[in-house]
């Protein structure tokens, strides 16, 4: 038999009105009956329907929190970061994965509106956001995370991608190599122009010519990597150095050059970006951008709860994160 606010009343010997007042700490009620509802309900093992209290309170403890691939590893590590931010505030996260699809990604969002969410964090398909603005009508706080975001989204938090990309840029001339290659896949997101551009900027800076690869088959991002490579390898364009604009890239390089029996560092050097779990790897031990994706995280969520706290939908909330360079072995000196 479950037990309700009426059992607890029952056995307390008070009314269903006072136990809900002591459960929900309210104040016009005395502190001997109080303690005698808690610890009835205590013993007895009573648990409070979430879903009946939202109704009452408007509130869920609830955050959703939209990402386009559970398998991509950079939005494990992030989610990390989310959960523990979250968790700290006593809110837990409703976790919906849009598969990189625009009608499953709104349909998630108004499914978050009718369960009372607090607030909604999103790595969106997009960055048209006219959808989403749509469905919560401003009325709900939003917090915009990932690859897709752009500069008309007034709340986010990202990398400095153009940043990280001069630094990988940079330290790739600092090691001797002026025929550096970029390359990426077909994805015409801010992060991936950020990422270009940075390249681009160092190099014509350097006087070298700039020379940007986009593969443009539909493909996963290593494969992407693979291919490409492996089109260069075939055509004896081979650089001294690859800048890979992410790291899943960079393992489709490795793997190339593997098959085609080219050793990096010793025949070509490579950079990648994200510094993804599997950058560290002992058998792998890639030089990377390292993105502080836990921190992100929890900034994020810290964001979003000022937001619950004191939400205007004119305040703009954005912060811009540093990655940095870490050196492992695929780089060396010429």
Same mark, same amino acid.
């Given at each position: 038999?479950?037990?309700?606010?009426?059992?607890?009343?029952?056995?307390?010997?008070?009314?269903?009105?006072?136990?809900?007042?002591?459960?929900?700490?309210?104040?016009?009620?005395?502190?001997?009956?109080?303690?005698?509802?808690?610890?009835?309900?205590?013993?007895?093992?009573?648990?409070?329907?979430?879903?009946?209290?939202?109704?009452?309170?408007?509130?869920?403890?609830?955050?959703?929190?939209?990402?386009?691939?559970?398998?991509?590893?950079?939005?494990?590590?992030?989610?990390?970061?989310?959960?523990?931010?979250?968790?700290?505030?006593?809110?837990?996260?409703?976790?919906?994965?849009?598969?990189?699809?625009?009608?499953?990604?709104?349909?998630?969002?108004?499914?978050?509106?009718?369960?009372?969410?607090?607030?909604?964090?999103?790595?969106?398909?997009?960055?048209?956001?006219?959808?989403?603005?749509?469905?919560?009508?401003?009325?709900?706080?939003?917090?915009?995370?990932?690859?897709?975001?752009?500069?008309?989204?007034? =709340?986010?938090?990202?990398?400095?991608?153009?940043?990280?990309?001069?630094?990988?840029?940079?330290?790739?001339?600092?090691?001797?190599?002026?025929?550096?290659?970029?390359?990426?896949?077909?994805?015409?997101?801010?992060?991936?122009?950020?990422?270009?551009?940075?390249?681009?900027?160092?190099?014509?800076?350097?006087?070298?010519?700039?020379?940007?690869?986009?593969?443009?088959?539909?493909?996963?991002?290593?494969?992407?990597?693979?291919?490409?490579?492996?089109?260069?390898?075939?055509?004896?364009?081979?650089?001294?150095?690859?800048?890979?604009? =992410?790291d899943m890239v960079a393992l489709g390089v490795m793997e190339a050059a593997l098959e085609k029996g080219l050793k990096i560092p010793d025949d070509i050097s490579l950079i990648g970006y994200d510094d993804i779990v599997y950058a560290s790897l002992p058998t792998i031990k890639l030089t990377t951008i390292?993105?502080?994706?836990?921190?992100?995280?929890?900034?994020?969520?810290?964001?979003?709860?000022?937001?619950?706290?004191?939400? =205007?939908?004119?305040?703009?909330?954005?912060?811009?994160?540093?990655?940095?360079?870490?050196?492992?072995?695929?780089?060396?000196?010429?």
């Amino acid at each position: 038999m479950s037990v309700t606010i009426k059992t607890i009343a029952k056995l307390a010997g008070v009314s269903s009105a006072a136990v809900s007042k002591a459960l929900n700490g309210h104040s016009d009620i005395s502190d001997e009956t109080k303690n005698k509802i808690l610890k009835i309900s205590k013993e007895i093992g009573y648990t409070p329907n979430a879903i009946a209290r939202s109704l009452v309170t408007q509130k869920s403890n609830t955050i959703g929190l939209l990402i386009p691939n559970i398998s991509t590893p950079i939005y494990a590590e992030i989610f990390k970061g989310l959960d523990n931010g979250a968790r700290e505030l006593g809110y837990s996260l409703f976790l919906c994965n849009t598969n990189d699809d625009i009608e499953i990604e709104r349909d998630y969002v108004r499914n978050l509106m009718e369960k009372r969410v607090n607030g909604i964090i999103i790595a969106p398909v997009s960055e048209n956001i006219d959808d989403i603005v749509d469905i919560t009508r401003n009325s709900i706080p939003v917090i915009y995370i990932g690859g897709k975001v752009s500069d008309n989204m007034n =709340n986010y938090v990202i990398v400095d991608n153009l940043y990280g990309s001069r630094l990988a840029t940079e330290y790739l001339i600092q090691l001797g190599h002026k025929d550096i290659y970029m390359l990426t896949y077909n994805k015409d997101t801010k992060t991936n122009r950020d990422r270009i551009a940075g390249y681009r900027a160092v190099m014509l800076e350097n006087k070298i010519d700039p020379k940007v690869f986009i593969y443009h088959e539909n493909c996963s991002r290593r494969e992407c990597g693979y291919r490409q490579t492996i089109k260069l390898i075939e055509s004896e364009d081979v650089p001294t150095a690859i800048f890979a604009s =992410n790291d899943m890239v960079a393992l489709g390089v490795m793997e190339a050059a593997l098959e085609k029996g080219l050793k990096i560092p010793d025949d070509i050097s490579l950079i990648g970006y994200d510094d993804i779990v599997y950058a560290s790897l002992p058998t792998i031990k890639l030089t990377t951008i390292s993105q502080p994706k836990f921190e992100m995280g929890v900034l994020a969520i810290d964001l979003l709860f000022k937001m619950m706290n004191n939400f =205007n939908v004119n305040d703009k909330h954005r912060r811009i994160v540093k990655p940095e360079l870490v050196i492992r072995n695929t780089c060396k000196s010429i």
